[in-house]
């Protein structure tokens, strides 16, 4: 009696396999089920993504040190699909639209690599303007060239431009209707001389005025102080020459606010939006991690709201 209880109600070693299997490809089943949903999520957000810069892998110089040779072969919207958390993003999206008084604007940009590192295309600024202005149309030009100080910038003002990937006329010859001059403070002259780059910045928005006179000044991200210049691809000095370099840029971004005052032409202040006044230096989420120098896609970003914030297209 025994035996017969124990076949009618005990499962057999193979019964017992069998049923091992069943789980387990059930456990699987339902793994790949949620895969397929987790896929499925993250193509739909890389498509809904901003189509932005193209032009991260651009070649990055400040201070005389080219950087191109260690920047990863990524693109921005590699980038913004992999953004780092940061309750900043919530301040720069979404704005009302806008309706410019021209149907149709050409737009030059020019500086150093804080302008360069904008993308092939300004395409930041292109995507901020866009959104504000979609019945709008803008034919940008990045004449930002890395490492360069405002005196030779300057000098090569109604040259042909030739960086990078970038061919473009001279800047007279694409008639702008705006250009937008930043500050140059990034690379300061060496032996430092701060009345020097008011002098050359004063005479580069005077020439830019020959051009067009809508010209608008832009003061840049506020830099980092002992950090400074950190990171793989960064210059790497030691932490007194930081400190000492980032003073001299915050007093060069001082200018900028300075001379759009004196000289009577709009600012785009970046630098004080992005300074702390207590810590005297700038807010590492908007720079780089990278080098800790140029901005981040977030700065990227800050900067392009402030531009089209301050542009005069009503």
């Not at 456990?27 to 901003?50: D, K």
């Not at 919207?77 to 309706?99: E, F």
């Amino acid at each position: 009696m025994y035996r017969t209880y124990e076949r009618q109600t005990s499962e057999s070693p193979q019964q017992t396999q069998d049923n091992s299997y069943r789980s387990y490809f059930l456990i699987i089943g339902t793994q790949l089920i949620a895969l397929v949903l987790l896929i499925g999520v993250g193509l739909n957000f890389v498509t809904s993504r901003p189509q932005l810069a193209q032009n991260v892998n651009a070649k990055r110089s400040i201070l005389g040190v080219e950087t191109s040779h260690l920047l990863p072969k990524t693109d921005v919207i590699t980038i913004l699909t992999n953004p780092t958390p940061t309750p900043i993003l919530a301040s720069i999206v979404g704005s009302q639209t806008r309706t410019a008084v021209k149907p149709e604007y050409t737009i030059a940009v020019i500086g150093d690599s804080m302008i360069d590192t904008m993308g092939e295309y300004a395409d930041y600024l292109e995507h901020r303007l866009k959104r504000v202005y979609p019945g709008t149309i803008f034919h940008l030009y990045n004449y930002g060239r890395g490492s360069q100080t405002v005196s030779e910038a300057l000098a090569k003002v109604n040259d042909a431009f030739h960086y990078q990937t970038r061919n473009y006329p001279p800047l007279p010859s694409i008639k702008p209707d705006i250009i937008i001059s930043g500050s140059f403070a990034y690379n300061p002259y060496t032996p430092y001389d701060r009345n020097h780059h008011w002098i050359e910045l004063t005479h580069m928005i005077e020439k830019l005025r020959v051009i067009t006179p809508n010209v608008y000044l832009l003061a840049e991200i506020a830099p980092l102080r002992k950090d400074f210049g950190t990171g793989h691809q960064g210059v790497n000095w030691e932490s007194s020459t930081n400190y000492i370099h980032s003073g001299h840029i915050i007093e060069q971004l001082q200018n900028a606010e300075g001379l759009s005052r004196t000289l009577e032409v709009p600012l785009i202040d970046v630098f004080a939006d992005t300074y702390n006044e207590v810590t005297k230096e700038g807010n590492a989420a908007y720079i780089d991690p990278a080098d800790h120098i140029h901005p981040s896609v977030y700065g990227h970003e800050k900067m392009a709201e402030k531009i089209v914030e301050v542009l005069d297209l009503n």
